[in-house]
């Protein structure tokens, strides 16, 4: 459907006003779970958040925030930012990247696209080089999706394949990278026993290497880009197994964050730079933390460091990670496409939006709102404000990031009276969280309430309407379970922290001077999940969603 076809005027809400000041809060990684000492949320000192709960019991609910209700392969995965603010901005559920990986390669799909014929092209003379996150976290990439298109890949005539490792730690547990590592090179020992000339070349721990996102700190690109590209690093290993295992020891750094490292042959030369004439594919299907190195491989102008070589390849990603960019140009599966969101509706009819984060999760609110495209959709109608985020540090040093000063800036937004919707996401239970430092992620939890009480406090003075939600959990339960939902414990007795993502439900609260007394959640949709936010948050604007987006989780009850 081209853009002019589209009808973008939404019907007006039968009972609901227009022209209030509606704040979406969307509190990164607070999921609901029961009280125990491993969850944050519940250990922290939370009054307001506490008094949404305890609250009016039909302005409080849960949602589902991971799975199949925001268009992951199953329920056994757990929810993420970039799935969960999809879902939130386009009020419908997409088959996201994963899915639409997992069947290109078990259709065989994948292998007949453009994107694969380009790289194909270099198949000849040249090396194929896989870049990404090596694990089965299933949030950036997918270890068995890797080692499907190694298969792939040399069956369609990849001769030479170098791979570069990024070490998890986040998605997964800890420690988990050296059997990653290990399932990997048994799968590259097959391939050479076939006649493939098949490595990998270099490493690097995902946070201090290659994975930054939103250009928060261009230093982790170069130092990936040193290793992959010039083959240069401060850590010099014959095989990747020794290096993650060394490294860990003798650095003391997680698997988040193990220095850069080269493989190097008996010679001490690296084994795998990229050199004109190779090709490459960055094997993640997620965008936010691609894209940079995306940029680095492509543009042939660029200034963000100093590149030294830039060589002639053919780059593919696993998706197309910027739709707006259009970048890279070349990808093996296209990615959902994501049209007519929330934001672009409401732009459209009168709804004027800020937006706002820090660095770090400024494109959760942005850009995966908006459907995986960046940019504004009318500059008239909309702002968006970077607080520039803390680089080069843990935040478990730093737990109230930039909690306060998202919340003033959100504040300031909606008592200036132009704005009718303002939407910030507040990150501290995620990014600490993912530190699995306990102590620090109560502290982030107290942060987080001190910032939604703020902005409630804003609300209230002109007279608004808040919906506070979340985008999946983490900071609820910072420990690994059994199956009976017990700690595991290693074998010195402590227990396993738990760095990632979880699959609970998160909380949504409504309220606010300006929300009709009527207003209350239906009861007839229990299952309810991200993607029926949008249709509610266009009825609290006065409109009436589109028919195909997920139905509206409220009623509003004549009284
Ligand atoms: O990229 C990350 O930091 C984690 O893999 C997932 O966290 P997010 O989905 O909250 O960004
Ligand atoms: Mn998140
Ligand atoms: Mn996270």
Redesign the pocket.
Known sequence: MGSSEIGWKLEDHPKLPKGKVVAVVVL??WGEASPNPYNCIHVADTPTMDSLKKGVPERWRLVRAHGTAVGLPSDDDMG???VGHNALGAGRIYAQGAKLVDSALASGKIYEGEGFKYIKECFEDGTLHLIGLLSD?G??SRLDQLQSLLKGASEHGAKRIRVHILTDG??VLDGTSVGFVETLEDDLAKLREKGVDAKIASGGGRMNVTMDRYENDWGVVKRGWDAQVLGEAPYKFRNAVEAVKKLREETKANDQYLPPFVIVDENGMAVGPILDGDAVVTFNFRA??MVMLAKALEYEDFDKFDRVRFPKIHYAGMLQYDGELKLPRYYLVSPPEIERTSGEYLAYNGVRTFACSETVKFGHVTFFWNGNRSGYFNQEMEEYVEIPSDSGITFNVQPKMKALEIAEKARDAILSGKFHEVRVNLPNG?MVG?TGDIEATVVACKTTDDAVKMILDAIEQVSGIYVITA??GNAEDMVKRDKKGEPILDKNGNVQILTS?TLQPVPLAIGGPGLLPGVKFRKDVPDGGLANVAAMVMNLHGFEAPNDYEPTLIEVADN
Do not use: A, K, L
């Open positions: 990164d990684g993420n930012s970039e976290g949030v950036h986040r998605d936010d933390r995620d993912h985008d999946h993502h």
